[in-house]
């Protein structure tokens, strides 16, 4: 069709092809909407999972310390449900990409989401180990306890996913219907460093970090497609630096661990009010993280170029 069959349609009432084919840029996925909505997700979630976990406390015995401490986790399924709920009702392209999907043998798989959990966990080790090898922590075995391992990793990944169904799935998500996907990757890694300055003993390293940590995992989706792996990453980075090496997680201490912390002091490697999350090893190994996603997705696509 010429350019006057186009006038001409347009001035019939239709539209042409051209037009057609162009996505209709809605309001909802501006950056202040989405944050806006993204803000409202989390007030109406966190309602909503103080409901559900004071109803259970009505039901059971929530009076010890690491029962409180695991509802303090399982409260954010409140966000999984309103960001499900939301996306469900406003952003059906936004909430496939939740599901399991496999695309080119990557995306939402159990073995991504496996990988995920192996990754986190090491990453974390190594920043430990690093603080335990300078002399910056010392710390004692306890009981391992089986059953109260496995609910908290099932409650840290509630929470976890609850983070990444919020940032790095929805928000990000809504945002590249709109924008180029590396801004929608900056906006929703600044969002996710802004939920943590309030957090006890916060620094200006460990907000860098947790910038950093979101930008690292918003690199995973643009170049894995896999939500997956990045709950699987972030729920290992918490649960093993909470619960398994029993240190402040984002400054939040643990109630219930599996190794003791007897000792900490600050340096490049340890931040005493607010765990590995604020030294300087932090950045190194989630700098790994990306370069290893960007290293492998070239290879990836070079193989399937040639």
């Not at 202040?32 to 966190?46: D, K, N, Q, R, S």
């Not at 929608?184 to 996710?192: K, P």
């Not at 300087?280 to 399937?304: D, E, N, P, S």
């Amino acid at each position: 069709m010429d350019e006057h069959n186009d006038l001409q349609t347009a001035a019939a009432g239709g539209t042409s092809p051209a037009s057609a084919a162009k996505p209709r840029r809605k309001i909802r996925h501006m950056i202040w909407a989405v944050c806006l909505i993204a803000l409202g997700l989390m007030l109406a979630g966190e309602i909503l999972g103080e409901l559900i976990t004071g109803a259970l406390t009505l039901l059971g015995n929530a009076a010890d310390g690491k029962t409180r401490f695991l509802y303090m986790y399982l409260s954010f399924i409140g966000i999984d449900l309103a960001v499900l709920l939301y996306t469900l009702l406003c952003e059906r392209p936004v909430l496939r990409s939740f599901g399991r999907r496999a695309p080119q043998g990557r995306g939402n798989t159990w073995r991504m989401f496996l990988l995920g959990l192996a990754v986190g966990f090491v990453m974390n080790a190594l920043c430990i180990l690093a603080a335990y090898l300078h002399g910056d922590i010392d710390l004692s075995v306890g009981r391992f306890d089986v059953l109260y391992m496995l609910a908290a990793i099932i409650c840290v990944c509630i929470q976890s996913g609850a983070e990444e169904l919020l940032t790095r799935g929805y928000m990000m998500g809504a945002l590249r219907e709109r924008y180029n996907v590396w801004l929608a990757a900056a906006v929703n890694s600044l969002f996710f460093g802004a939920l943590h300055l309030l957090n006890n003993g916060v620094t200006v390293l460990s907000i860098v970090n947790i910038v950093f940590f979101g930008l690292a995992l918003s690199v995973v989706m643009i170049k894995l497609e896999s939500l997956w792996f990045c709950i699987a990453v972030h729920t290992a980075w918490n649960f093993s630096q909470s619960i398994f090496f029993g240190l402040p997680n984002s400054g939040i201490v643990s109630e219930g661990s599996f190794l003791h912390l007897e000792a900490a002091r600050d340096s490049v490697t340890y931040s005493a009010a607010f765990g590995v999350e604020g030294a300087i090893t932090t950045t190194f190994v989630l700098l790994l993280l990306t370069l290893g996603v960007l290293i492998y997705a070239r290879r990836a696509q070079r193989a399937k170029s040639e």
